[in-house]
Each structure stands twice: as structure tokens, then as C-alpha cells.
């Protein structure tokens, strides 16, 4: 490390590493140092290794030292990006210590060895290209030995972007970087085992190159100065050892599709097993799913295929292929994405996990690759340079604004409300890298009014050409400035419920990932919490509950869980105390949506406790003021089986559990059959069909809903679901005459939809049109 060349790298890595840990999440040890370290440390080892070890003639030392230099080089460098990690601690607090030095040195610091070890390699070549007189200048013998040190990790980095390109994956394993796990909104980064398998791999090529190495002898006779020396049984014996690590090596790259380091189309489906296909829709799906499920996603991807065209006025490609996995785990497995939803537009595929019929996110994921018949560049996307730098914002509005969800307020609504409480951002930001800085549903929301603004003011011809690579100033004659003046004055138009403003103060005030407080440590304890919730661990919960509060004080999730679980199964009094603290805050310390669910908490505790009316007037009170469709309809469920005796039993074990255990399906379906059996109602009738239509039971479901809705349902929210889940029904048995009669009583003079918001009334009249088409 004394010599200059190793104290200048030491040096370049200290600046580097020190500069990026002021990038926010970048400081103090973690996923994105590790990464950051990955990219720099490797490449720069490799080239002060080669630099070090392409010597001039005369240079007598031996191929071993110089993979050992590389080596103490690599674990040296490391180092010294880990002490500018720590350092960085003083500044920004530490999320995690030893699980982060653990996953650092499988990952970087491995990766800066095997740089030091790439670099003695590539020193050791460039140096017999000069004995042989191949390279004769010093500086030549130097470029030789940057450019070939730089090859490992460029190279190594090129086969992850074509594997990327080539097939499903997002995700990357890289001898030099360790992990890329590929996606910005899965803040939970768990590598598992596979990484464990992948790195026994590195280190079996380490082994392999140091017992080679020990087994080469210089000699100046020799064309390359070099020769193996195997007259003694030990180097044999070393020798033989270096290709038995040589052949572990290889045997880990060919097993790596069935160790999880890479996969392909052909893994996936391999694994998956089960395929249909319709009439535009190539749809790959696990084996075990039953047959009526498998044949509602081909026609679900159809369905949504065609009204996705419609919206965006082009035509997508003639097939598309749907990959659906069993759940977020094993898609993260197999391509790398968990509870983010992926398309490549280029490879004409979306890739989701199974969520019933219809599915809620298909139609934005197949809206991508339609919109990539009008995008630009190799990947068919909107952005500069050909499309080869993404503008994340045109990209996820045009697909939001194809296939809007069923949320209660429109997105042209929420952005009224941002807009009231100020926090609504300039809309070229929006459409920059800025997208990136704020919260996913922020953007998102964004993103999507705006271009249901273009669209509906300068039309879609104009949404398209932007799309595709025209300046949105030329196309409207419009400045960005004007733009968003226009955007703003039409937002003003639109219609708010009392509640929006607070809603969306909750909804789209916090912090982006990149804006949180360790948001992969603070993630992954929730995760594991709830894990020990749901197992009846509850003291192993209470405590990681705490862990992520003491890491992210905001973490109002955890707090509210916390409470729960000391409601239930801990110190009673405490948790209603803890519930009752976050239900009474204001509305600058805790946001109206966890104050509201601490406050139904409490509901449901006075419920489970035998305090009926109370509970009562506690759900409708919160009923009265939210304006979450679903939120709303089940907390007048709940209020009425707090009223009313012979629903109280299915109504509490499907929705509350009882004080020691949770909610159980099996349970308050025998309950829904003794209140059936012994006062049947519209209610009861609604609450059979919906569950039978979540596992998939359609023709039953469609039974009891038509019963439901003969009737006369509590609440207007309940007509409304009822009917929606019918039209569901109907439309999974493709019973035309269901949905005209839906359709009649939506657009007649009862339409239960009145007094709802409009986002809602016309996700419902999408659906039966995709149906009936």
C-alpha cells in the first residue's frame, strides 16, 4: 500500500466513496453504498493491480505475489470505502451495523478482490506481451493495462445489460458489484441464499487462480517468461486442487438458473408450467392453478389488451405474453421485481403476480407495451437520447392515464387537492428525474392527470408524438410555464369532497424512498413483525415493531400495528393508550388515514369487548368522513353487526377475530350459514356471494349477489359493490344479459352511484364494456 501508484487509488476510493455518501440513502453502510462501492472499488483495484504488476523486463516476481498484492489491494480498498461509509454515520445516524457489514463483504468486498485478482491477471499478460516485444513504450505497456483491467468489469456489467435486455430479469449478479436487485420501489433487499451460492462461486475462482499461480514458475527462456512447474508431488497436488476449484467455478455458472443467479423466458416457463393462449394474449402461468382461473387470465389480458388500444388511439403488437407467478416472492425469484409490476415494451411482456379477476394492475402494465408501438429507442419508452435516458414520468402517466384504477377520487381530483394544500409540484418536474424524488403515488398521480389533460385538450395524436420523442412545446405552442397554468385553471374546475384536502395531506405529503429514514432496514422489520403477528409470535412482534419505530419515528404503520398487538395479546391498556394517542393527534404529528385506523382500532377493541354502541357510533362516525370507497363500506358492515344481534358473530369473526386470534374466513363462513339459515337477509346474501366470488366460485356467487340486490342492501356503498361484484361475475361467465341488466340499473333513475365519486361508477362501466365487446 506505500507504493504511489496503490496510495493514489487508496485515495481516488476515499474521495469517490466520500463525495456519493452524500447522495441521500448513499451515507453509512447499506444496500447503496455496497452497490456504489461495487461499481467503483473493483474497476479501480483492477487497474492499479494491472498497472502494478505489468512490469518492465527484469521484474523477476513471482505471478503468486502479484495476485497477492491485487488481493491485499482489493481488501484494502474496501476498507477504505467502508471507513467513509461510517464516517458518514456521524452525519446521518446509523440504520444497521452488522447485518450491513455482512452483506458488504459478500458483495463489494469480494468484488474488490476479484478486481485485485482480474488486475494481477491482466498485469501478468501485458507484462509477457512485453517480453515478447508485442509492447515495447512504457505508455503503451500502461494503456494496455488500464484497458484490459477495465474489460473485467465492463464486460462483466455488458452480459448483465444484455441478460436484461434478453429476458424477463431486472436483476443482476455481478462477480465485481455482488447484487443489483433491479427495481426502485421494492425497499425490502434480500438476496437470500442465492447470493450465498453465487459467492461460494467467487470463491472457488479466488482458490482456483491462487493454487494455479503458486504453481507457475518465471523463467526467462520460456516465449511468455512463464512455465508450470509440476516436478514435485506438492505443486501436482496444487495443481490439481486449482481445477477442481476451476470446475466448481464453472459448474456454479451452468447451474445458475437453478440457483436463481440468472433466468430466461424458457427457466420461467420451465418452472412456471402451465401456458394458454388466446386470442392475442400468450398467457405462462403456475401449473397449479385450476382451470377456470387460468382461462379468465388469457380472457382478463384480451379484454384489457383491446381496451388499452382503444384509449390510447394505437394499435399494440400483435401478441403480447403474460407471465404470472404465484405470488411477489417467487416473481422475485425469477425476474427480480416483488411487489413491483413490470413491462418491457421491447420484449412485447408484462410480468405480475396472480391477483384475481380482473386483474387491478394488468391493463397498466399491457398499456406500456402498447404505448411502445409510439415510443422510441431500443426499448420503445419515452426519453432524450433515443430513448436510451427514460423520462419516468411520460412513461408511467401515459399508462396511468390508459388504464385508470378504481379509486375514488380521479387523479385529475387528487391533483385539485394537492394543489389546495400546496404541495403540487411544478409539472416539468414531474416529467424529468424529478419524478423519482417524490413519493410512487405522488408521481403517479400526478403524471396521469397531466396527460389526461393533453390528451383531452390538445388530443391523443399530440399525447403520442410527445411520447415518441417531439418537444411537448412545439406540439401545443406552449411553454412549460403556460402548461401547467392551464393545468392548474382546469384542476380548479373539478369537484372535491369536503375530506380531500386531508386525504391527500396523508396520501402524498411523505417522504419519497429516497426522503425516508432507512427505509430497507425500517421495511424489513415490519416485514418480519407482521410474519410474527401473523404466526402468534406477538412478543417477537412487539419488539421488531419497536426496532422500526426507533429507527424511522414515522413509521406510522409500525406504530399502529405495535398498539394493536399490545391491544390483543400484550399490555391491553398500554395499546389503547398508544391507539388512542395516535387517534387524537393532529393533523400535522400523524395523518388523517392513520388516525382514522387507529381510531376504528379502537372501535373494533369496544366491539370484541361487548361495547356495541359505542363501536357503533365510533364506525360511523369515521364512515361519515372518509372518502375510501372500501374503508367506508366495511365500516358500516361493522356497524351494523355491532347493532344488530344475529349478525354480530359472522360479521366479527370474518372482519375482527375475537380477543385472542384474528379474523378467520373458515370460522365466519359457518356463522354466515347459522344467520342465512335462521334470518336470511340481503346483507347476509351480499356477504356469501362476495366471499364465494373471491375463491373463485362464480356461478354460486352470481346466486346469492342476484339475491342481494333483489332485496333492498343497508347502505348505498353496499348496492354499489353488490352490483359491482355481480358485474365481475357476470362478466367471468361471460353472461351478456347479467350485464345489460347491470348496465340498465346503473344508468337509470336509481343509480345507487349517485352522491358517489365518479372514479369508482366509471371503473364499473369499463369493466362491462371490455366485457361486452
Known sequence: MRRPPFMRTAAFVAVAMGGVGFLPLFGGPGYEHALATGLIVPSACAIATALDAARAEGDERAPLASLGRGVVLGLALATVSMITALLHVLRVGLCELWGALLYFVLTAAIGAVMGGAWGAAVGEGVSALVRRGRIERPSRRAAAAVIFALAGPVGCAAISVHRFIASPMIFAYDPFVGYFSGTLYDTIIDAGTTLLTYRAGSIATLAACALFASVLERRSDRPFGLVLDLRTTATRARAALGLACAAASVGVVLAGAKLGHFSTPASIAKELG???????????????????????????????????????????????????????????????????????????????????????????????????????????????????????????????????????????????????????????????????????????????????????????????????????????????????????????????????????????????????????????????????????????????????????????????????????????????????????????????????????????????????????????????????????????????????????????????????????????????????????????????????????????????????????????????????QRAIAACALGDRDALARIRARIDGPTDPFVGASGGRRASTLRMIDRCVK
Not at 362516525?621 to 367506508?632: K, M, S, V
Not at 372482519?655 to 363462513?669: I, M
Not at 352470481?702 to 340486490?709: M, S, T, V
Open 274 to 724: 402451465g401456458e394458454k393462449h388466446g386470442a392475442r394474449c400468450d398467457v405462462i402461468y403456475p401449473s397449479t392453478t385450476r382451470e377456470q382461473e387460468a382461462n379468465l387470465l388469457v380472457k382478463d389480458c384480451d379484454e384489457q389488451l383491446v381496451a388499452v388500444e382503444k384509449r390510447l388511439g394505437a394499435n399494440g403488437p400483435k401478441r403480447v405474453t403474460a407471465f404470472f407467478f404465484r405470488d411477489a416472492e417467487e416473481k422475485k425469484r425469477f425476474m427480480g421485481a416483488a411487489h413491483t409490476y413490470i413491462a418491457k415494451p421491447w420484449r412485447e411482456e408484462v410480468y405480475l403476480q396472480q391477483g384475481g379477476y380482473p386483474h387491478p394492475v394488468l391493463g397498466h402494465e399491457l398499456a406500456h407495451v402498447v404505448a411502445g408501438s409510439f415510443g422510441r429507442g431500443p426499448f420503445r419508452i419515452a426519453g432524450d437520447l433515443g430513448g436510451l435516458v427514460p423520462n419516468p414520468g411520460l412513461i408511467e402517466g401515459v399508462a396511468v392515464a390508459a388504464s385508470p384504477d378504481d379509486e375514488d377520487l380521479t387523479d385529475a381530483q387528487w391533483a385539485h387537492a394537492m394543489m389546495k394544500i400546496g404541495i403540487l409540484p411544478e409539472m416539468r418536474r414531474v416529467f424529468s428525474l424529478g419524478f423519482l424524488g417524490d413519493a410512487s403515488s405522488k408521481s403517479y398521480t400526478l403524471a396521469g392527470a397531466f396527460i389526461d389533460f393533453i390528451g383531452e385538450t390538445y388530443g391523443l395524436e399530440v399525447v403520442r408524438a410527445w411520447y415518441g420523442g417531439a418537444d411537448i412545446g412545439d406540439l401545443t405552442k406552449k411553454d412549460w410555464p403556460a402548461l401547467d397554468g392551464e393545468f392548474r385553471a382546469e384542476l380548479a374546475k373539478t369537484e372535491l369532497p369536503p375530506e380531500a384536502e386531508s386525504f391527500a395531506r396523508a396520501k402524498f405529503a411523505r417522504p419519497g424512498l429516497f426522503g425516508r429514514k432507512c427505509p430497507h432496514v425500517v421495511d424489513a422489520l415490519r416485514r418480519e413483525a407482521d410474519v410474527c403477528r401473523d404466526s402468534q409470535r406477538f412478543a417477537d412482534a412487539i419488539r421488531l415493531y419497536r426496532e422500526a419505530i426507533a429507527k424511522d419515528p414515522l413509521d406510522f404503520a409500525s406504530k399502529k400495528e405495535l398498539a394493536n398487538v399490545q391491544r390483543r395479546h400484550g399490555d391491553r391498556e398500554d395499546g389503547i393508550a398508544k391507539l388512542e394517542e395516535l387517534a387524537k393527534a393532529g393533523d400535522k404529528a400523524v395523518p388523517r388515514t392513520w388516525r382514522d385506523r387507529a381510531e376504528e382500532a379502537l372501535a373494533d377493541a369496544d366491539f370484541v369487548d361487548g361495547a356495541f354502541e359505542r363501536a357503533a357510533s365510533r364506525y360511523d362516525a369515521l364512515a361519515t368522513r372518509t372518502i375510501d370507497e372500501d374503508t367506508a363500506r366495511t365500516l358500516e358492515v361493522k356497524a351494523r353487526g355491532a347493532r344488530e344481534p344475529e349478525a354480530r358473530a359472522a360479521i366479527q369473526a370474518l372482519l375482527l377475530g375475537d380477543a385472542k386470534h384474528g379474523p378467520d374466513v373458515f370460522l365466519g363462513g359457518v356463522h354466515l350459514g347459522m344467520w342465512s339459515a335462521t334470518s336470511p337477509s340481503p346483507l347476509v346474501r351480499y356477504l356469501v356471494g362476495r366471499n364465494l366470488l373471491g375463491r373463485g366460485f362464480y356461478e354460486e356467487g352470481a346466486k346469492a349477489l342476484d339475491g342481494a340486490l333483489d332485496g333492498a342492501l343497508p347502505t348505498a356503498r353496499v348496492e354499489r359493490e353488490a352490483l359491482r
